[in-house]
Nanobody, 116 residues
Framework: QLQASGGGLVQAGGSLRLSCAAS????????LGWFRQAPGKRREGIAC????????YYADSVKHRSTISIDNAKNTLDLQMTSLKAEDTAVYYC???????????WGQGTQVTVSS
């Protein structure tokens, strides 16, 4: 089970840290990341990380403003976002894909609202 948290209302230019806590499993060899979905828009993949290799991916929309990381001690997947913009307003979902990478598990989503 994945539980996302950390969303809320933040002013433009501010920052926040989203966290996705895993229960019942650890992130060994997982593909992990965050999607977001703004009202009326398609779900967008914004950041991914490979727990085994540390490979990273950031969408252009958040690159240089975001850092994805794994906290093995807390068993969480985190996303630090800075310089937030109104267009970052969305529901943010974490996901985890274990080997053999045929099924993906999703967190419940956390709302981020950026006021301009």
């Amino acid at each position: 089970q994945l539980q996302a948290s950390g969303g809320g209302l933040v002013q433009a230019g501010g920052s926040l840290r989203l966290s996705c806590a895993a229960s019942g499993f650890s992130f060994d060899d997982y593909a992990l990341g965050w999607f977001r979905q703004a009202p009326g828009k398609r779900r967008e993949g914004i950041a991914c990380i490979s727990s085994a290799h540390g490979n990273l991916y950031y969408a252009d929309s958040v690159k240089h403003r975001s850092t994805i990381s794994i906290d093995n001690a807390k068993n969480t997947l985190d996303l630090q976002m800075t310089s937030l913009k109104a267009e970052d307003t969305a529901v943010y979902y974490c996901f985890a894909t274990p080997p053999p990478y045929s099924k993906t598990y999703w967190g419940q989503g956390t709302q981020v609202t950026v006021s301009s």
